[in-house]
């Protein structure tokens, strides 16, 4: 789907995304991550060895919900996990931090292995959006 300009506007803002995963048993795991909008997909990068990782190679069925107050958006989608991509995480890392905080961030535990996630949007709701 094409996400509408307000849609679009809001998902520049600067916020937090709760993105949600189906455990093994059904239920869900919800995490706070930082984000991208490219193009009309949300990236993220994580932890080769997170549960989310775990969930979504399993199953792609992926939820992000971008809360502001009273605002928020949520993104039903798939998600594919893909290769490491250290631009994405340092444009992450400038998004959140300014230029300032980049080259601390891209240091801190430099031996854990990452990955990437780009979530397919199939629908969008959301309240003041």
Known sequence: MTLSDVQRAYL???LYAVVATL???GTLQQTMVWYL???DSIRFSVGAGSVKVRNLRRSP???VTVPDGRRHLTLQGTAAVEPFD???RERLAMRYLGPEGVA????RRPDVPRLSVRVTVLKAYGQGV
């Open 86 to 88: 250290p631009d994405l």
């Open 37 to 39: 909008l490219d193009g």
């Open 61 to 63: 069925t992926i939820s």
């Open 23 to 25: 455990n093994a048993d």
């Open 12 to 14: 520049d803002e600067i």
């Open 104 to 107: 601390a961030w891209l240091q």
